[in-house]
């Protein structure tokens, strides 16, 4: 049973002792296996812990209270923690937007659970708030990319304008075709 602490380490001695030799390959190959096997536990905890989380109603009640987190919350930030350095920061900036996003849902979710549980309005409401502003708290140490992936676009702006010109521009000559050069007189043998 992998876990994120004990691969962080193994990625980190890697990185640490990686070298152009023979030895410094097969580290490199073992980085990214320490990797790979990273990036797996960390979807799984994401989806153990937080995706289909079903929290009992203590549970909820007792994170409802100002000093308990709910445990999705936990979880994603337990993992975030441990992923950081096992990761490169591609790919860790992927999962931890997975991860939050997770995250978030089931924090909204819990929030609409206590509603239905009896609690007021205004408590459940706190409880949303108070869980999204312990997670963005925690998170942001990270450094975690939350921008848009880049998308390139074309610039259209000018098609309009044109293709206006060419319907009304007059017509061209056909262009002249170039006939083949004239053969080279032959000489009666």
Do not use: I, M, Y
Not at 24 to 43: K, M, N, W
Not at 125 to 150: D, I, Y
């Amino acid at each position: 049973d992998d876990d994120l602490a004990s691969l962080a380490a193994v990625v980190a001695k890697c990185k640490e002792h990686a070298g152009p030799d023979v030895v410094g390959t097969a580290l490199e190959r073992a980085r990214q296996d320490a990797q790979e096997r990273a990036v797996f536990c960390a979807l799984a905890n994401v989806r153990k812990a937080v995706e289909s989380n079903a929290a009992d109603d203590a549970e909820l009640e007792r994170a409802l209270r100002p000093r308990r987190w709910f445990p999705p919350l936990r979880a994603t930030l337990a993992t975030l923690a441990e992923l950081r350095g096992a990761v490169d920061d591609g790919v860790f900036d992927d999962l931890a937007r997975h991860a939050v996003t997770a995250c978030v849902r089931a924090v909204a979710a819990a929030k609409e659970r206590l509603s239905k549980l009896g609690a007021a309005p205004l408590d459940a409401q706190l409880f949303l708030v108070a869980h999204l502003l312990v997670l963005r708290e925690k998170v942001a140490p990270l450094g975690v990319r939350f921008g848009a992936v880049p998308v390139k676009t074309l610039d259209w702006s000018g098609a309009k304008h044109a293709v206006a010109k060419l319907r009304h521009a007059p017509p061209k000559a056909p262009p002249k075709t170039f006939a083949a050069p004239p053969a080279a007189p032959t000489r009666p043998a």
